[in-house]
């Protein structure tokens, strides 16, 4: 967020930045980044957001226009603006570290120091003199900023914070202590035993906050004992710029935890659209901003525990259903039914489903089902009747995390793996277990039904594929794909079977277990596919905001480059799923941006 609280600012794994305004939600700029965001940065007067990756260049922005600033040559993350906004800092070649005028785009100086392992982090004094850098060689360089000279150096220490008044350097130590030190002598003030590293000084300077192993602890600097300690405390955590809040958050869970320090209260749980990947106090410490892995941004109040600003709507796994006329897809906390014709929400079908990460119509149309989740105690499957918007319920609970669902193609059997070696299926009419399947030689990651019914492929974490014969109830090894694959589809005729695998797609004859085709995306990794309804083409999409399309794919050579692509990114970000109509001639993706393309092809397949 600007410091002034105006403009929020959230990236996307597809490259892109959004720049919102923070009272409505409204998007104001989106920018298409040269690298791949890692971090971005308002200068603290507010008129520039520096967007910085692993690799340079590190780009400077006009925040009111979305215009290019300057660009910073051979500078990477991590970077930091001064308390004034004219200084930003970042990762220069060889582990130095640049200093720029980020009015002009013109740099001052390198600094080197972290000759020996990677520069991690850098951060300025509130009044600009000093700037303090750590990296993985397990030390923290105290730096003079007016003449780029070293001041100090302090071994075996991480994660660095200057007190308010610049008179100490906090820092945490390899044997897990916290240490103060004097940053005009170096000398040590105070160890806290196991203390973690420094979150933020508090009270201008009279308290600090740290963490270790799950624990956040708050000391008096002048005594040196412990004042309170919160327990449950996630790996991800930050301070207020205030001191006043504290807020963590777990990667795998969607749950924002929000602790008062001054109170002293119990923990505040605020549920989010997601598993959390990104958490940021405003600079006025009243409110938070997270960043969710399924691509939404949410502004909370933390005095009310509640959002500022409605989430807007954005679509996340989906499917089509057969006939091509409904796509079901997961609108935060809702299963929408979208008429294909129209891009309307027809009507809701199902609530309370923010946990599930895929969706699954029957051949037949008359089931969805909706699977997947993180954390602990989350929805492993649910059924739908989508035609009564009336949720279904199997007679027999189901335990743990579904990672994969297949139904045959006369939708009778529902085949449903989890985290275990074990596949469950299900006979839909009777809504009881049918076969108890064990013979897969690993976790199974995905399903697939060969079209006669009486076979079912599995693909294991190992990279091994199954082939079951369901009526023997026996399993044997099939393929092994050279690459973990998260999908299996059979071709419409069940001759073949294919599967992304790395950077191409692998197509097995299925009655004689060989590789008819492997099938290139050059540099990209598709993630899933689907056959043309006549078995004539293949669609695959990724993480590169594109569509690959072969002709003819059971005939290709090794690494045949596809007959054409689509490029619908970056502005629609990766693409989550592909589909085809049933009459083949349009294509219907879902986009990491929340959209869905309907894509007509003037070439017939």
């Known amino acids: 967020a600007s410091h002034d609280g105006r403009l929020l600012a959230a990236s996307s794994l597809d490259g892109t930045v959004q720049i919102f305004d923070a009272a409505e939600g409204r998007r104001l700029h989106v920018i298409v980044s040269r690298v791949a965001p890692t971090e971005l940065a308002f200068s603290p007067i507010g008129d520039l957001l520096a967007i910085a990756g692993a690799d340079g260049p590190v780009t400077l922005w006009h925040a009111e226009t979305g ?35 980020a009015q002009t785009g013109e740099l001052r ?12 982090g850098i951060t300025f004094s509130d009044d600009g003199r000093m700037l303090a850098s750590f990296g993985t060689d397990v030390s923290v360089l105290l730096w003079d900023v007016a003449s780029g000279q070293e001041r100090r150096r302090f071994p075996n220490a991480q994660h660095p914070a200057f007190s308010p008044d610049g008179a100490f350097l906090a820092a945490g130590t390899s044997a897990g202590d916290l240490v103060l030190w004097d940053t005009r002598t170096g000398e040590t003030q105070r160890t806290f035993d196991e203390g973690g590293y420094p979150l933020a000084f508090r009270e201008q300077g009279k308290s600090i906050v740290s963490k270790r192993l799950g624990r956040a602890i708050l000391w008096s600097l002048e005594s040196g004992e412990e004042i309170r300690t919160l327990v449950d405390v996630p790996e991800l955590a930050a301070v207020s710029s205030g001191g006043t809040w504290l807020a963590g958050c777990d990667a795998a869970v969607g749950e924002l935890r929000l602790w008062n320090l001054e109170a002293g209260t119990g923990v505040r749980v605020l549920n989010t659209a997601g598993p959390l990947a990104a958490l940021a106090f405003t600079a006025d410490g009243d409110s938070l901003l997270t960043g969710s892995k399924t691509g939404v941004v949410q502004f909370w109040s933390n005095e ?57 119509f029957s051949p037949d149309g008359r089931l969805l089902a909706g699977f997947g989740g993180w954390g602990f105690f989350r929805t492993s499957l649910r059924l739908w009747d989508p035609r009564a918007s009336r949720e279904l319920t199997l007679e027999d609970k189901l335990a743990g995390t579904v990672r994969s669902i297949a139904f045959s193609s006369d939708s009778q059997l529902l085949a449903i793996a989890g985290d275990s070696r074990l596949v469950t299926i299900w006979h839909m009419v009777r809504r009881k277990v049918q076969y108890d399947l064990d013979d897969s ?38 393929a092994k794909a050279g690459a973990v694959c998260r999908e299996l589809v059979f071709s419409p005729d069940g001759e073949f079977l294919a599967a992304p695998a790395g950077e191409r797609v692998v197509v097995w004859n299925v009655d004689s277990g060989k590789i008819a085709a492997e099938l290139s995306t050059a540099a990209g990794s598709p993630s899933t596919f689907a056959w043309h309804p006549a078995g004539t083409a293949l669609a695959a999409v990724g993480n590169e ?21 689509v490029v619908l990114g970056p502005p629609r970000g990766i693409v989550h799923r592909v589909l085809w109509s049933p009459d083949g001639r349009h294509l219907v993706t879902v986009n990491g941006n929340g959209t869905i393309a309907v894509l007509r092809l003037s070439t017939e397949y």
């Open 67 to 101: 215009a290019q600033a300057s660009v910073l040559v051979e500078t990477a993350a991590p970077i930091a603006f001064s308390r004034d906004g004219k200084l930003i800092a970042g990762r220069a070649a060889r582990q130095e570290i640049a200093l720029w005028d």
């Open 109 to 120: 100086r390198t600094m080197q120091g972290h000759a020996s392992g990677d520069l991690r």
């Open 304 to 360: 009310k525990a509640a959002e500022r600003v409605a989430s807007p709507i954005r679509l996340g796994p989906a499917d089509l259903s057969p006939d091509g006329r409904w796509l079901a897809a997961r609108s935060g906390d809702r299963i929408e039914l979208v008429d294909v014709s129209t891009g309307n929400s027809e009507r809701t079908i199902g609530s309370g489903t923010s946990e599930l990460d895929s969706l699954a």
């Open 441 to 478: 030689t690993d976790r199974v990651t995905a399903l697939a039904f060969h079209p006669d019914g009486r076979r079912l492929a599995a693909a294991c974490i190992d990279q091994s594929v199954v082939l079951w014969d369901l009526k023997a109830e026996a399993g044997k090894p099939f």
């Open 545 to 565: 905001g594109c569509v690959w399309l072969w002709n003819e794919p059971q005939s290709r050579r090794f690494r045949e480059e596809p007959d054409r692509v």
